[in-house]
C-alpha cells in the first residue's frame, strides 16, 4: 500500500499485527470515526477499537433510542416475519436436520419463533431486555437476556448456531467465535451473516458506523472463522456485489487454530480491499441503477404491508399470518 501506514493502539483481531492505514475519518452521519484496514489481512475496524464502557453508553444512548418502546411495532414484525421466512427457506436444509438450534441475536424473536412453528428444538439469546422479553411473552419462545460477552452455555449444546448481523458488533469476533466452536456439537454447523464491505449497494458515504466495529469481505470473515475451528463449506455470496456475507461453517474435527490462507494471500486481500474502498466513490455509486430502484421498492411494499396488517392487534398474528402463508411450501 502507498498510502500512510502507522502503527494502531490495538492490535488486529485477526492476525495479530498493529499495522493499519487509514480509509475513513468520519461515521455516516458525518461525525468523527476513525476506520482503519489492517495491511496485513484486510480486515477493517474501528479504531481504535472501543472500550467495553464506550460500546455500552453507546447501546444505551445512542442505538436504541430509535426503538425506545420495548413493544416493537407491528409493521416491523411484518418484515421481520417476512425476512424470518426468506432467510429459512435459504438454508432449510440445515434446519432441518438440526436438533437443536441457538439464534444469536434473535431481536423480537421472529426467527426463532418461526423454528418453534416449523417444530424445531429453537433458542435465541438477546441483549434487548425489552425485546427478549417481548419474545417470551408474545411468541411463547426460549430466549435468554444477556450480551453475548456474558452468555454460557453448556458444552456441545447445539448443533446449529444462527448469527445474523451480530459478529461486526463485537470487540473480539476472534474470542466470541472461538466460545461458539464449543457450544456446538462435533459436525454442527455455524451460520453467520454480517455486512459485505465490498457491496457496492450503499454510498461509500454510509459505510461506518460506530456499532459496526469490525467489518469484513468474504476472505477476511473465511480466515478469521478458520483460525477460530471452523471450515467454510457454503458461501452463497462469493460475489462482491452481494450486499451481505452470508456463510455456512462446519466445526472442524481438530480444531487447531490454523487459518487457509497463507499471509502473501491475505496481504493480497488487503491490497485489493483498500483499492476497491478508495474506487467506489459516491459519485460512481449514484451513476448506477441500484439507488433508485431501491426507492420504488420501499413505496410499493409498504403500501402492501399497511393493507395486511389493518385488522391485526398483536404481533403473533402478524407472525401467524405471514408463515401460514408461506411455510407450506416447505
Ligand atoms: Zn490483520
Given at each position: 500500500m502507498r498510502?500512510?501506514?502507522?502503527?494502531?493502539?490495538?492490535?488486529?483481531?485477526?492476525?495479530?499485527?498493529?499495522?493499519?492505514?487509514?480509509?475513513?475519518?468520519?461515521d455516516r452521519k458525518g461525525n468523527p470515526l476513525k476506520t482503519v484496514i489492517c495491511v496485513f489481512c484486510g480486515i477493517v475496524r474501528t479504531d481504535p477499537v472501543p472500550t467495553d464502557q464506550e460500546i455500552k453508553e453507546f447501546y444505551q444512548q445512542k442505538y436504541w433510542d430509535s426503538y425506545k418502546s420495548d413493544v416493537p411495532k407491528l409493521k416491523r414484525i411484518y418484515r421481520n416475519a417476512h425476512r424470518a421466512v426468506e432467510r429459512y427457506y435459504r438454508d432449510q436444509q440445515f434446519f432441518k436436520n438440526a436438533h437443536s438450534i441457538l439464534?444469536?441475536?434473535s431481536g423480537c424473536g421472529e426467527f426463532v419463533y418461526l423454528l418453534q412453528y416449523l417444530n424445531l428444538n429453537a433458542q435465541g439469546l438477546e441483549p434487548h431486555r425489552g425485546y427478549s422479553e417481548y419474545s417470551r411473552k408474545e411468541f411463547?419462545?426460549?430466549?435468554?437476556?444477556?450480551?453475548?460477552?456474558?452468555?454460557?452455555?453448556?458444552?456441545?449444546?447445539?448443533?446449529?448456531?444462527?448469527s445474523h448481523h451480530v459478529v461486526e458488533h463485537l470487540r473480539d469476533p476472534a474470542a466470541e467465535l472461538r466460545r461458539m466452536n464449543q457450544w456446538l456439537k462435533e459436525g454442527g454447523y455455524l451460520l453467520i451473516e454480517v455486512p459485505n464491505i465490498e457491496a457496492e449497494r450503499h454510498s461509500p458515504n454510509n459505510r461506518f458506523h460506530f456499532a459496526h466495529i469490525y467489518n469484513f469481505n468474504g476472505v477476511a470473515l473465511e480466515e478469521l472463522a478458520a483460525r477460530q475451528g471452523f471450515l467454510l463449506i457454503e458461501e452463497a455470496s462469493k460475489n462482491d456485489h452481494e450486499h451481505h456475507l452470508h456463510m455456512i461453517f462446519q466445526k472442524k474435527e481438530i480444531p487447531t487454530g490454523k487459518g487457509k490462507y497463507t499471509e502473501v494471500q491475505l496481504k493480497d486481500n488487503a491490497q485489493h480491499l483498500y483499492q476497491k474502498l478508495l474506487s467506489h466513490t459516491a459519485f460512481r455509486h449514484y451513476l448506477t441503477l441500484t439507488p433508485y430502484s431501491r426507492a420504488i421498492r420501499k413505496i410499493k411494499n409498504s403500501v402492501v404491508e399497511k393493507w395486511t396488517i389493518k385488522k391485526l392487534k398483536r404481533g403473533k398474528d402478524v407472525a401467524d399470518g405471514v408463515f401460514s402463508k408461506r411455510t407450506h411450501l416447505f
Open positions: 498510502s500512510h501506514v502507522f502503527q494502531s493502539t490495538s492490535v488486529c483481531n485477526l492476525c495479530g499485527k498493529r499495522e493499519v492505514t487509514t480509509v475513513s475519518t468520519v439464534e444469536i441475536g411463547g419462545v426460549s430466549v435468554t437476556s444477556a450480551m453475548l460477552e456474558n452468555a454460557s452455555y453448556p458444552l456441545a449444546a447445539f448443533d446449529l448456531i444462527v
